[in-house]
């Protein structure tokens, strides 16, 4: 069974930076992707940020591009989310995912994301 659990979040002025970990538990954890996805207040989830497991391809919201980076860690089996030039629009509480190996995955989309960490607060204050 895996298990995600991420770390990191807090509160930030505008224009600061954060670095968001998801730490992944179990004996065997090979996913296809590595997610960030976020949901504000009143709003949908919404993808940030994926990453491929293998090869480390890496694909970002447009809404974050160029400030967030994401990457992992295949032999910690963790991933992370580095935030920089923070806004206030960027508050919401950050969820990071695993998506399994299938014949098709669609990394922007919440459905092929199977195992989901608990969440973590992040408050950028203008």
């Known amino acids: 069974q895996v298990q995600l659990v991420e770390s990191g979040g807090g509160l930030v002025q505008a224009g600061g930076s954060l670095r968001l970990s998801c730490a992944a538990s179990g004996r065997t954890f090979s996913p296809y992707t590595m997610g960030w996805f976020r949901q504000g207040p009143g709003k949908e989830r919404e993808f940030v940020a994926a990453?491929?497991?293998?090869?480390?391809?890496?694909y970002y919201a447009e809404s974050v591009k160029g400030r967030f980076t994401i990457s992992r860690d295949v032999a910690k089996k963790t991933a992370s989310l580095q935030m920089n030039s923070l806004k206030s629009e960027d508050t919401a509480v950050y969820y990071c995912?695993?998506?399994?190996?299938?014949?098709?995955?669609?990394?922007?989309?919440?459905?092929?994301?199977?195992?989901w960490g608990q969440g973590t607060q992040v408050t950028v204050s203008s």
């Open positions: 990453i491929r497991w293998v090869g480390g391809v890496t």
């Open positions: 995912a695993a998506a399994q190996p299938r014949t098709i995955v669609v990394v922007t989309s919440a459905e092929y994301y199977e195992n």
